[in-house]
């Protein structure tokens, strides 16, 4: 089974400042993780993913992700916040053969100035 | 563009009435998704198809459900006789995959929004 828990449904940080959302996984074997960010009426779309290469990923936007085995995490990180980031952000997991992503709860981002 | 399209973006219907979502992937994609998000909820699986084979359907997909992909190219979603709390967004997505598992990256589209009265 697999499966993600994102602490935090909304949070809010004032423009420039650090962004922090938080993301812990579970996966009996090896998974792949991902962050997709959504949008008002719009899809999701994707901002990193981790598939067992760097534990640090980057991705678009200047966002980032660590993937910490240890801790079952993968909290995304974004060094200045702006207000273009206000969004739905969601943590995802697939493990092993499985064929399908599974979604947290997401995080609402709220940006202020 | 050559995203994932769905149609219609928005339907209003009545409760007991049919309704049928389609959505185009990108063209070579191979897999289609189909995912269900609530108001303040992450998607929820519903079922994928490989080319034209369904693999795999979600306990959600009840038997009011069903999803089609008769050519491996565009999927359609119906719903019979619809129920007030089938009211949500209908996200499609696609991927190219090889074999098991999930490697790569789901494309979504915007969704289809349905609100049952």
């Known amino acids: 089974a697999q499966s993600v828990t994102q602490l935090g449904s909304h949070v809010s940080v004032s423009e420039g400042a650090l962004v922090l959302l938080r993301c812990n996984y579970s996966?009996?074997?090896?998974?792949?993780l991902f962050w997709y960010v959504q949008y008002p009426n719009q899809g999701l779309q994707l901002l990193l993913k981790?598939?067992?290469?760097?534990?640090l990923v980057k991705g678009i936007n200047d966002f980032e992700a660590e993937f910490k085995k240890s801790e079952t995490s993968f909290h995304l990180t974004k060094p200045s916040a702006h207000m273009s980031d206000a969004a739905e952000y969601f943590c995802?997991?697939?493990?092993?053969?499985?064929?399908?992503?599974?979604f947290g709860t997401g995080t609402r981002l709220q940006v202020t100035l | 563009d050559t995203g994932v399209s769905q149609d219609p973006r928005h339907k209003i219907t009545k409760r007991g009435q049919n309704v049928t979502f389609r959505c185009d992937p990108i063209?070579?994609?191979?897999?289609l998704y189909w995912y269900r998000q609530t108001l303040g909820q992450g998607p929820e699986f519903l079922t994928y198809f490989q080319n034209e084979a369904q693999l795999e359907k979600s306990r959600l997909l009840s038997d009011r459900f069903s999803a089609e992909r008769p050519k491996g190219s565009f999927s359609t979603l119906e719903i019979q006789r619809t129920e007030q709390g089938d009211s949500a967004m209908y996200l499609c997505?696609?991927?190219?995959?090889?074999?098991?598992?999930?490697?790569?990256?789901?494309?979504f589209g915007e969704g289809s929004r349905l609100t049952v009265l």
């Open positions: 981790y598939t067992s290469a760097a534990t």
């Open positions: 996966s009996s074997v090896p998974p792949y």
């Open positions: 997505a696609s991927s190219l995959d090889r074999g098991a598992g999930l490697t790569g990256e789901l494309f």
């Open positions: 995802a997991v697939n493990a092993g053969t499985a064929s399908k992503l599974t």
């Open positions: 063209s070579e994609h191979n897999r």
